[in-house]
């Protein structure tokens, strides 16, 4: 069964930036089609990004598009999550989601799913 590593989560203050970082175990070699989304209580997970497994296309959602960059290391086997001018209204479980036939903007089209890093936006 493959897991999804997300780490970078935690705290930060309005206007500042926060990476996060997901990484697959197991074999290495295989790669998947990536995506991230978030969840609040009570919510359904919402769509941020999504990149193929070579990082040659991506896609983005209303939520947060302008502010959010997804991007792969083929090398390290990551795919980031780079958040620029984060907002009270951003905090939530960030998740990161892998396939390795499709990628969409739902939760079930993903195979995997990670726990989650949490993001917390205050002052």
């Known amino acids: 069964q493959v897991q999804l590593l997300e780490s970078g989560g935690g705290w930060v203050q309005p206007g500042e930036s926060l990476r996060l970082a997901c990484v697959p175990s197991g074999d290495p070699s295989t790669t998947y089609h990536m995506a991230w989304f978030r969840q609040t209580p009570g919510n359904e997970p919402e769509f941020l990004a999504s990149i193929i497994r070579t990082g040659e296309y991506s896609w983005y959602g209303d939520i947060m598009k302008g502010r959010i960059t997804i991007y792969r290391d083929i090398a390290k086997n990551t795919v980031y999550l780079q958040m620029n001018n984060m907002q009270t209204e951003d905090k939530a479980i960030y998740h990161c989601?892998?396939?390795?036939?499709?990628?969409?903007?739902?939760?079930?089209?993903?195979?995997?799913w990670g726990q989650g890093t949490q993001i917390t936006v205050s002052s």
């Open positions: 989601a892998a396939d390795q036939r499709q990628l969409g903007r739902r939760r079930v089209e993903y195979q995997y």
